[in-house]
C-alpha cells in the first residue's frame, strides 16, 4: 500500500510538471482498452468508469452472449464504444470477404468509430487500396467514421510506405499509433518530417502510446529515461489536437499500452515490470491535462 501511495504521489508530481496546452475548446473523447482485460465486462467497465474514461476500445466479442454482457455493462456506465476490425484468410479474396463480413458485424453495433487493421505488408498496393475502399462503402453506407491503424504487418507498416497510399486515395483517415513507426525506422522519425506532418493531417484518432526505437512500447512512461521519446509523441499529438480544434473536429483518443508480453517482462518469471492499467491511467491523466478544456 505505501508503494502504491508513493507511486500516485509521483505521478501526481508530474502532470502537475507538465507543460500543458493553453485552454483548449476541444471535446477530446477517451477510450480504454481491453487488451489484456481479466475480469467479466461488469467489473471492467465500473473500472473504466471509476478511471475517468468515456468508452472502450476493443474487438467485437465472438459470441451473441458476450456482446449483449458488454453492450449491458457499457450502458450501464454510460460508457462509448469503439470498435476494432481485422480479417483473415490463406488467400486475398479469404481476407477481403472476412474483412467486409466483420465490418458489416462491428457497423451493425453503432460503435463511435471503426479502427481497422487494415491488409497486409505483402498485399499489392491494389489488393490493400481495395480494402481501405471498402471501409469508405461501409462508413458512408452506415454513416459512422472507419479509420486505418499504422500498424506492423498492415499495408501502413511504414512511414514512407504509407505517403504512397495517403498520396493516392484522398479518403483515407488514419487511426495513428506511431509507436509502430519508430519502431519499424529504427528511430524517432526525425529524418521524416514531412511524411509524418502528412501522416498527422490525416489522422482522426489517436492511439496512445509511447513507442522507442528499438520497440513499439516503453516500459513505463513516467520514467525519466523515456522523456525524449515521450516528448517526440506528445508533439505529434498536439499537432493532430490542433488540427482538430481548428476545424473544430471531435478527436478520439484510446491509451493502449498492451498487458505482458508487449510490456516488457522479467526473464524466466515472465511478471511484467510495470502494471499496464496504471500505466494507461497516467496516459490518460497526462493527456487530459494537457488537452484540459475552459
Known amino acids: 500500500m505505501k508503494y502504491i501511495y508513493l507511486l500516485g504521489w509521483f505521478v501526481l508530481v508530474q502532470l502537475t ?90 457497423s451493425k453495433h453503432r460503435p463511435d468509430y471503426i479502427n481497422c487493421h487494415t491488409g497486409k505488408d505483402y498485399y499489392t498496393f491494389e489488393q490493400n487500396e481495395r480494402l481501405i475502399t471498402l471501409g469508405e462503402k461501409i462508413s458512408k453506407h452506415y454513416n459512422l467514421p472507419v479509420y486505418h491503424e499504422t500498424h506492423r504487418g498492415r499495408f501502413s507498416f511504414a512511414a514512407h510506405v504509407t505517403k504512397g497510399y495517403l498520396d493516392k486515395i484522398p479518403h483515407l483517415q488514419l487511426a495513428l499509433d506511431i509507436s509502430h513507426w519508430c519502431n519499424v525506422h529504427e528511430s524517432l522519425l526525425e529524418d521524416q518530417e514531412e511524411t509524418v506532418a502528412q501522416a498527422l493531417r490525416r489522422t482522426s484518432h489517436i492511439h496512445a502510446r509511447i513507442g522507442h526505437p528499438e520497440g513499439p512500447q516503453v516500459n513505463d512512461p513516467a520514467a525519466p529515461e523515456w522523456k525524449s521519446a515521450v516528448d517526440r509523441h506528445l508533439a505529434w499529438w498536439d499537432e493532430v489536437v490542433m488540427q482538430h480544434k481548428t476545424h473544430n473536429r471531435q478527436l478520439t483518443i484510446t491509451t493502449e499500452f498492451g498487458p505482458a508480453g508487449y510490456l516488457p517482462t522479467l526473464p524466466y518469471t515472465q511478471q511484467p515490470v510495470a502494471d499496464q492499467w496504471q500505466i494507461n491511467v497516467y496516459m490518460l491523466h497526462l493527456l487530459k491535462a494537457r488537452y484540459a478544456t475552459e
Open 17 to 106: 510538471l507538465l507543460p500543458a496546452q493553453t485552454s483548449v475548446k476541444l471535446p477530446i473523447k477517451y477510450y480504454c482498452t481491453n487488451w489484456g482485460m481479466q475480469e467479466s465486462w461488469a467489473r471492467f467497465c465500473a473500472k473504466v468508469k471509476t478511471a475517468g474514461y468515456d468508452g472502450i476500445e476493443t474487438w467485437l466479442p465472438a459470441t451473441t452472449e458476450e456482446q449483449q454482457e458488454m453492450l449491458t455493462a457499457l450502458k450501464k456506465h454510460n460508457l462509448s464504444l469503439g470498435l476494432l476490425v481485422g480479417g483473415s484468410g490463406t488467400n486475398f479474396e479469404q481476407y477481403a470477404a472476412n474483412f467486409r463480413s466483420n465490418l458489416e458485424a462491428a
